[in-house]
Protein backbone atom coordinates (compact mmCIF):
# COMPACT_ATOMS: atom_id res chain seq x y z
CA UNK A 1 0.00 0.00 0.00
CA UNK A 2 1.30 3.40 -0.78
CA UNK A 3 1.85 5.32 2.44
CA UNK A 4 2.48 9.40 3.00
CA UNK A 5 3.52 10.72 6.66
CA UNK A 6 2.44 13.56 8.03
CA UNK A 7 5.14 15.63 9.77
CA UNK A 8 3.47 14.84 12.78
CA UNK A 9 4.41 11.17 12.44
CA UNK A 10 7.69 9.97 13.69
CA UNK A 11 9.75 9.08 10.07
CA UNK A 12 11.30 6.16 11.77
CA UNK A 13 7.74 4.74 11.35
CA UNK A 14 8.81 4.95 7.53
CA UNK A 15 11.20 1.55 7.98
CA UNK A 16 8.66 -0.39 9.90
CA UNK A 17 5.93 0.35 7.29
CA UNK A 18 8.73 -0.41 4.32
CA UNK A 19 9.32 -3.40 5.87
CA UNK A 20 6.04 -4.86 6.15
CA UNK A 21 6.04 -4.46 2.29
CA UNK A 22 4.34 -0.35 2.34
CA UNK A 23 5.60 2.29 -0.02
CA UNK A 24 6.36 4.78 1.86
CA UNK A 25 7.01 8.66 1.66
CA UNK A 26 6.92 11.60 4.30
CA UNK A 27 6.25 14.92 4.21
CA UNK A 28 10.16 16.05 5.11
CA UNK A 29 11.36 14.02 2.66
CA UNK A 30 9.17 15.60 -0.45
CA UNK A 31 10.00 19.27 1.28
CA UNK A 32 6.26 19.55 2.04
CA UNK A 33 6.97 20.44 5.80
CA UNK A 34 5.54 23.35 7.21
CA UNK A 35 3.70 23.59 4.27
CA UNK A 36 -0.58 24.38 4.69
CA UNK A 37 -2.67 21.42 5.48
CA UNK A 38 -4.26 21.37 1.70
CA UNK A 39 -0.68 20.74 0.26
CA UNK A 40 -0.16 18.04 2.26
CA UNK A 41 -3.83 16.65 0.98
CA UNK A 42 -3.30 17.17 -2.62
CA UNK A 43 0.11 15.36 -2.50
CA UNK A 44 -1.26 12.19 -1.02
CA UNK A 45 -4.27 12.56 -2.97
CA UNK A 46 -2.05 13.23 -6.40
CA UNK A 47 0.13 10.10 -5.19
CA UNK A 48 -2.99 7.87 -4.31
CA UNK A 49 -1.22 7.77 -1.04
CA UNK A 50 -2.79 6.76 2.21
CA UNK A 51 -2.56 9.27 4.51
CA UNK A 52 -1.21 8.92 8.85
CA UNK A 53 -1.51 12.14 10.67
CA UNK A 54 -2.13 13.57 13.99
CA UNK A 55 -3.73 16.43 12.31
CA UNK A 56 -7.18 17.57 13.17
CA UNK A 57 -7.33 19.28 10.10
CA UNK A 58 -8.02 16.55 8.90
CA UNK A 59 -10.99 15.01 11.18
CA UNK A 60 -13.77 16.46 9.14
CA UNK A 61 -16.21 13.49 8.22
CA UNK A 62 -18.01 15.90 5.81
CA UNK A 63 -14.66 16.46 4.34
CA UNK A 64 -13.01 13.86 3.88
CA UNK A 65 -15.93 11.40 3.75
CA UNK A 66 -14.59 7.56 3.35
CA UNK A 67 -14.28 6.27 -0.05
CA UNK A 68 -13.62 9.64 -1.57
CA UNK A 69 -10.06 9.62 -1.00
CA UNK A 70 -7.04 6.43 -0.49
CA UNK A 71 -7.41 6.85 3.63
CA UNK A 72 -6.45 8.89 6.62
CA UNK A 73 -5.12 7.30 9.80
CA UNK A 74 -6.25 9.84 12.08
CA UNK A 75 -3.77 9.48 15.47
CA UNK A 76 -5.18 10.21 18.85
CA UNK A 77 -3.06 9.36 21.98
CA UNK A 78 -3.09 11.09 25.52
CA UNK A 79 1.00 10.80 25.44
CA UNK A 80 1.69 10.95 22.06
CA UNK A 81 5.50 11.04 22.07
CA UNK A 82 7.57 9.71 19.04
CA UNK A 83 8.09 5.69 21.07
CA UNK A 84 4.31 5.72 21.86
CA UNK A 85 2.83 6.57 18.23
CA UNK A 86 5.57 4.53 16.54
CA UNK A 87 4.38 1.22 18.63
CA UNK A 88 0.78 2.24 18.72
CA UNK A 89 0.65 2.60 14.72
CA UNK A 90 3.11 -0.43 14.19
CA UNK A 91 0.74 -2.48 17.01
CA UNK A 92 -2.50 -1.74 14.64
CA UNK A 93 -0.51 -2.19 11.33
CA UNK A 94 0.44 -5.26 12.55
CA UNK A 95 -2.89 -6.52 14.08
CA UNK A 96 -5.17 -5.26 11.31
CA UNK A 97 -3.44 -5.14 8.25
CA UNK A 98 -3.17 -1.37 6.89
CA UNK A 99 -4.76 -2.81 3.65
CA UNK A 100 -8.48 -3.21 5.65
CA UNK A 101 -7.76 0.87 6.05
CA UNK A 102 -8.24 1.86 2.05
CA UNK A 103 -10.50 4.19 1.39
CA UNK A 104 -11.52 4.63 4.94
CA UNK A 105 -11.42 7.25 7.57
CA UNK A 106 -9.56 5.36 10.71
CA UNK A 107 -9.30 7.09 14.01
CA UNK A 108 -6.53 5.59 16.60
CA UNK A 109 -6.61 6.29 19.92
CA UNK A 110 -5.32 4.54 23.15
CA UNK A 111 -7.42 1.88 23.44
CA UNK A 112 -9.72 1.94 20.31
CA UNK A 113 -9.91 1.99 16.93
CA UNK A 114 -12.54 3.25 14.74
CA UNK A 115 -12.94 2.56 11.17
CA UNK A 116 -15.69 4.46 8.90
CA UNK A 117 -16.10 2.91 5.65
CA UNK A 118 -16.97 3.56 2.24
Known amino acids: MKVKLDENIPERLAAVLQSAG???DTVASEGLKGKPDGDVWHAAQREE???ITQDLDFSD???FKPG???GILLVRLREPGAD???TRI???VRDEGLESFSRCFVVLTDRKLRIRRP
Do not use: K, P, Q, W
Request: hydrophobic share 50%.
Open 22 to 24: HDV
Open 49 to 51: RFL
Open 61 to 63: LRE
Open 68 to 70: GHM
Open 84 to 86: ALV
Open 90 to 92: SDV
